[in-house]
């Protein structure tokens, strides 16, 4: 299975390498690095390599290579996913997932890896578990450690890990116990020059943070679960419940998890809140061009749509640019010819629009194609497929706990194409 | 320590101490105090010795820390003797730190290595779980061959551990030790054999995992687990899922028939192969007339269906192969869903998982076709998504939605990524050639983009028309005609040559241009390229034959340029032509046939997917990814023409088609099913009743095919479902039938330095709650799982199994009111609400009241402490604390191990470690307060034994050693 992990940053530095097998040397990641170097982007190299003696599977993050090296035949997803997970913990357990962070607790993350496989093969990939073994690092507990010596190993046998139910701790306790549970939508979509949808589709996802005593065990109905076309669950779901009845019934994990995700019915139409007018023209003599966009709301069912952010791949031709925005600012970056114009909030009665004009470098051809806008907005308290949560009840256990749902739709992988 | 150390340190050691106390986490980032470290980091390593050697944990583990951080640089194997002495250290951090250490170096440090070996021998005795599974674990990862055969005695005896966890430990040794030493194969695939019967979801995985390594051939090992396996596998953690997904996919290929056969009878009509087939084996032909599934084929589908909504993208591909190459054609549709939700994920996944798709939908248009639209590609997709997409879109294209598809294919070839735009070009090429219906539109789209300004997209145009021509060339010339135009144009060697190319297939058709652009060629020729300048030659010699007149100088001149360039092939097919076409004396009888040889008609090239003739992989694998067997690649069998024995899965505890019957006929099976099913283990329970509801539905086909003549009588289908939905429900949760009671009494501190461990021994012994005759139908017992609740440590867990023994479903079954005052229960609500009949059974309610008496022995948790501790505590119990008796021990009970089990069997209880051979001493702590339970049971001459109790627990007491008396005395 995995028999090696190399941290790489974007500029090729190896500051992280860790052996589950026998060692593997350095050597191996040139094959990547000359990947690396060949591919425009870090996003295009390619996530599967094939050398003499080893195959590497890596994966790009938050700015990071987690490469493997693998010596047999092994699903390819299997070392992906396991890979994330990695990220995922660190992120979890710092805070963040960077190189700094990494290197500042290069030991404890050693730590973690090596409770995470053990020759190779995944051992403990459950944050609750990993938890339970080795804490993380909060700074009263480093204070108590550097004063007592006391390290933050655990050293007793998880009951987790040998439970059916692997992924909650055993005796839980908080004084304030709270279920939030917080429904997000994104709205994927292409719309083509004339604003006509070309492509739709709403995909949702449950995040739970649950902060719950004891063991509670959770149903949550939905208003109107016929909606939900696509499901998955986290493990603690129980599956045939929801076959069934359409509840999810649940022994929670503790704390932030994601409970579901969901793809919303192809069939219903999908409300695309904002419509883009826009022209992007060069002129055939002469470099010059003219850009013109205003965003305006259009299905918002009655809410405000916020945060919203136009992003543009300007032609590499461009020379300089010249706009005004009416609301909001932009920012360009001549290097990458990357235009973000932050717009905020939209307002129905004075709609945002940015012109002004580009000049291509002399000489330059006119461009052959127009670049497509990327669309980023945030709608608070709307779930835009209509999807509500009905009610949440806890068997279990006795107290009362406070809960709460959140609704927030969101642009996924919204483009204009102009 | 050399004096030159000490010296050292005399002078830096305090130094070194205030440093390592100031910094927790020594950085570059952490730029002031982490200067020092790093300047002097070659000095430092002898003061690293220095602080290994100290008393202070503290010190120690620092020191560890910074090893740690230096072996991920460089070398650090010379602190290889100061760090293994603390391998027996008793802060776990620090020993976790130097296993760490341990493993990476002493592969290169052998002799020192062995130094740490009895540390791990003493350690795999130990009380716990989970100190032995690390010892095992960091032993079995040590890679020095001289330890072998301690490693090989160390895994059998792990593999016979009571903790599932230790079990674990050992599956995963077995592979550490097979790549380390192949020659123990035999043994290793003894113990394979023997985890593989092991029942906890903990060690499925593992030992899968262990057996595709070792011993992936040894596919009889599979036979009697196989049900097992498939029914223990939504609760297998998710890795271990996915490789036993693997395993079984490629187990029922070589177990079950086709499926797809029934299919191709459908659609195909392809009934000569069966019928071929059928006549082979001729012994059970009737029985194949129509496709039969084996139903342990539809069980293995049927159990990791649901495994397709998991969150692990792993484990939705593989079941997704599963079903690929296992299910009947009509089935595999359920995995589509399920894959295009993947492509919401990573970039990574999306790339494996499209590269799965591509190969997937050239086989199977239908399947992805209704979700075309979910690979339009995004301009910020990278570039190996969008063309795997574009790979997938082409595959997809059918009559119906050739036009949206080129609809979208003319907004990528303005794609400002070039590369992009011309895989597009390629792309509608063959859509252009698969669907005669657009090849002209195609083609017309082609030609127009052949004025496009960039120089890639004009010049694999020219490349797909060319191929496009030929495959109908008749009516195209005037395209021809407009490529000539365009040759001056257009610098890309390969369309450039491609223009020649078709200029001189299709010389005939375009007579006056031909020749003209031969004559351009012969000016430029020596400062083209190979490819152009080779077809040059052959526009020359095709020329000459069908138009010598105006071409016979220039061909001359051309040959005589071609002769003499620097390229050989050039120069060789020079000189071939040469003498093809142009008579001389030499020139044998071959010149007769140069017009046929150069002018012969040429097939039409087939544009096909590159992912054609991947499918010979297993879907989901790496060889699959890469396109080249990877090492260790397992293929996947045909499936074999005849099913081999379908017996050889039964197992002979758990017979599902008797249980089937008992359902029915209870008055006939009852006893016997009672025998079983109480001597089956009760950690199987689930998993037993899961096997019993897969009997169910497929108890139709059983009926025809395995046992008519004790299945006369037709069921209804109605209550087959109905005995599927309860017990899927039970699988569904096991814990849905545990109680916890709990007697209140406030957590006293005294037990707090007592480690619980695991139970020692599980008594399978079940007692009845409710009898069958008395709950009209219902029955249930219960019985002391011993392990862990999982509401609340202080509670007991009790499990409760409800047997329906009646014709008719039994709804809404509840624990009504509480107990008696003072105890707690934690129950669940309704167990069985889903469950609706349709044929409207009589409603009626019933109350039974019941009560559980657990023995006291029941009550304890067991703990582990060392004899000290032991005297310690039993010091503290004198006087009022204790009870005691002299008994007569049974014959056979004289020797620790059938005490140990007796007394495990009535209570609860750890075992203590004991110096002396004639006391035996238990410990354990009450459940709900915790307070210290000690047994020791002394041997006497002839057979006499003193029994002692402290507690202060003044009823238990007592009560406990009235039971301990009972069965020490019996034989």
Known sequence: MINSLFLINPSGEMFLEKHWKSVVSRSVCDYFLEAKEKALEPEDVPPVIHTPHHYLISIYRDKLFFLSVIQTEVPPLFVIEFLHRVAEMIQDYFGECSETVVKDHMVMVYELLEEMLDNGFPLATESNVLKEMIRPPTILRSVVNTLTGTSNVGDTLLTGQLSTIPWRRAGVRYTNNEAYFDVVEEIDAILDQSGTTVFAEIQGVVEACVKLSGMPDLTLSFMNPRLLDDVSFHPCVRYKLWESERVLS??????????????????????????????????????????????????????????VMVTVHLPKTILSINLTATQGSYTYDNGTKLLVWDIGKLNPQKLPNLRGSLSLQAGAPKPEENPSLNIDLKIQQLAISGLKVNRLDMFGEKYKPFKGVKYITKAGKFQVRT | MSTNNLSYNDQGGSDSAVEVGQETTPTSSNAGAGFGLFSTNFKKNDDLKEMLESNKDSLKLDAMKRIILIATGKNASELFPAV????????????????????????????????????????????????????????????????VPIMMLAIKEAASDMSPYVRKTSAHAIQKLYSLDPDQKEHLIEVIDKLLKDKSTLVAGSVVMAFEEVCPDRIDLIHKNYRKLCN??????????????????????TQFTSPWKEDGLFDENSETAFYESDEKKTKNGDEKKSYMMDPDHRLLLRNTKPLLQSRNTAVVVSVAQLYWHLAPKHEVGVITKSLVRLLRSHREVQYVVLQNIATMSIQRKGMFEPYMKSFYVRSTDATHIKSLKLEILTSLANEANISTILREFQTYVKSQDKQFAAGTIQAIGRCATNISEVTDTCLQGLVLLLSNRDETVVAESVVVIKKLLQTQPTQHSDIIKHMAKLFDNIAVPMARASILWLMGEYCERVPQIAPDVLRKMAK?????????????????AKLYLTNSKQTKLLTQYILNLGKYDQNYDIRDRTRFIRQLIVPNEKSGALGKYARRILLAPKPAPVLESTYKDRDRYQLGTLSHTINTKASGYLELSDWPAVAPDQSVRNVEVIEPVMIHLYFYYPEAESDEEKSSSQSSEESDKSSSQSEKSSSESDSEQKKTTKKPPQKKTVKPTAKDRYYNELFNTKCLSRSLFSLCILTPCPLSCAAALLQVSGPAFVPEKRHDLLHRMTGKGLSAQYQFPRQPCLYQPTMVSVQISLTNTTDHPLEQIHIGDRGPTGLDMHCFNTVDSSIRLPDGAATKEDQFS?????????????????????????????????????????AENTTRQPISRQVATVANLGVVPSGQDNIHRFAGKTASSGAVVLVTVELRESSAALITINTEKSVMGPMLLRDLKRALTRA
């Open chain 2, 84 to 147: 293994v002495k603390n391998v027996a250290s008793k802060n776990i951090e620090l020993k976790k730190l130097v296993y760490v250490y341990l493993v990476r170096y002493a592969e290169e440090q052998q002799d020192l290595a062995l130094l740490s070996i009895s540390t791990f021998q003493r350690a795999l005795k130990d009380p716990n779980q989970l100190i032995r599974a690390s010892a095992l674990r960091v032993l079995s990862s040590i890679r020095v061959p001289i330890i």
């Open chain 2, 232 to 253: 223990l596998l939504v609760d297998v953690e998710e890795w271990g899922q996915v490789v036993i997904i693997t395993m079984l996919t490629r187990y029922a290929r």
């Open chain 2, 524 to 540: 430029s020729f020596t400062s083209e390229e190979d490819i152009v300048k080779l077809q040059t030659v052959n526009l020359a």
């Open chain 1, 250 to 307: 649940f022994i929670p994990p503790d704390g932030n998890f994601t409970l579901m995700t969901y793809h919303v019915n192809a069939q219903n139409l999908v409300a695309i809140p904002v419509y883009v007018k826009q022209s992007i023209s060069f002129f055939e003599c002469g470099s010059d061009g003219r850009l013109d966009v205003t965003v305006g709301p259009k299905q918002t069912m009655g809410k405000t749509v916020e945060g």
């Open chain 2, 850 to 890: 019941v009560s559980i008496q657990p023995a006291v022995g029941e009550l304890f948790l067991p703990a582990t402490m060392t004899e000290q501790d032991f005297r310690k505590e039993q010091g503290k119990l004198l006087g009022m604390n204790e009870s005691s008796a002299t008994i007569t021990m049974a």
